[in-house]
């Protein structure tokens, strides 16, 4: 089913090609695409992150300061989630 996702995503980039800016969202899409089919939580995270900074790079050349704040707190949401699921809880068991 993925490959559905990804085909679409890459037809309607060639469809609709502007340029850099539609490059910086196919692939942007891609990783967050590949990450919602993800089972390993851990990596989901982490490609949802890099998506979304290729995203933040797209927000800041169509200029989008709204959208670029939205990827700067999507990540920082991010790291705090990871901290304390993944390295918070791992101290705390470690005690």
Same mark, same amino acid.
């Given at each position: 089913m993925k490959w559905l996702f990804y085909f679409v995503t890459v037809? +309607? *980039?060639?469809? *609709? =090609?502007?340029?850099? *800016? %539609?490059?910086? %969202?196919?692939? /942007?899409?891609? =990783?967050? *695409?590949? /990450?919602?089919? !993800?089972?390993?939580?851990?990596? !989901?995270?982490?490609? !949802?992150? =890099? +998506?979304?900074?290729?995203?933040? /790079?797209?927000?800041?050349?169509?200029? %989008?300061?709204?959208a670029v704040l939205i990827d700067i707190l999507f990540i920082i949401s991010s790291a705090i989630g990871y901290y304390r699921i993944y390295i918070k809880s791992t101290v705390l068991i470690g005690q």
């Open positions: 037809l +309607g *980039t060639i469809l *609709t =090609f502007n340029g850099i *800016t %539609s490059v910086l %969202s196919c692939i /942007a899409s891609l =990783f967050h *695409t590949k /990450a919602s089919f !993800m089972h390993n939580d851990k990596l !989901m995270r982490w490609l !949802m992150v =890099f +998506g979304t900074v290729v995203w933040g /790079a797209h927000d800041i050349i169509v200029g %989008s300061p709204v």
